[in-house]
């Protein structure tokens, strides 16, 4: 079983991926009299195929223990996933390059608190990964028609931590 680290969440290292979702060094201005602050346009909402659309969902996740066997990853080819959480609790965020075979070796990062990320439409990821509590987070995904979610079992199982 091959191990992968944890690595810390930043801009720079999930930019192949997708979009940190964060305030901090997001662009921002403020609104309503002064009263309060935007931060704008903090992901890039992919939505293609037949009848597509933004949605935004609610989801409850349970924790999961560290170290974590992972064996799958799942990608949507005809939207991007967002996960904004509502709480402090950090998340585990799992993604994976695209290879001529499939996805290659998993990539593991660690939010911090007020991280969300926006997984780019066709990357291959983990499912959502709550640490430490039962989370609820905000979700802006695609709904539609079609097949959107394909999944890939490795051969091997790689264990996070």
């Known amino acids: 079983m091959k191990t992968i680290e944890i690595r810390e969440l930043t801009r720079e290292a999930f930019a192949p991926f997708g979009q940190v979702i964060e305030q901090d060094g997001a662009h921002n201005f403020p609104i309503n009299a002064g009263k309060c602050t935007r931060y704008h346009d903090l992901a890039n909402i992919e939505t293609t195929g037949e009848k597509a659309r933004p949605m935004i969902s609610l989801l409850r996740g349970e924790p999961y223990p560290l170290p974590l066997e992972l064996k799958m990853v799942e990608r949507h080819p005809l939207g991007s996933q967002a996960f904004i959480p509502l709480g402090e609790s950090p ?8 290879t001529e075979n499939g996805p290659a070796e998993p ?55």
């Open 91 to 98: 998340f585990l965020v799992v993604v994976a390059e695209e």
């Open 107 to 161: 990539i593991a990062f660690r939010t911090a608190p007020g991280q969300g990320v926006n997984i780019g439409r066709n990357i291959w990821h983990g499912i959502l990964t709550p640490l430490e509590t039962v989370s609820d987070f905000a979700v802006v995904d695609r709904a539609g028609e079609g097949v959107n979610l394909e999944e890939h079992f490795y051969d091997e199982t790689f264990l996070i931590r």
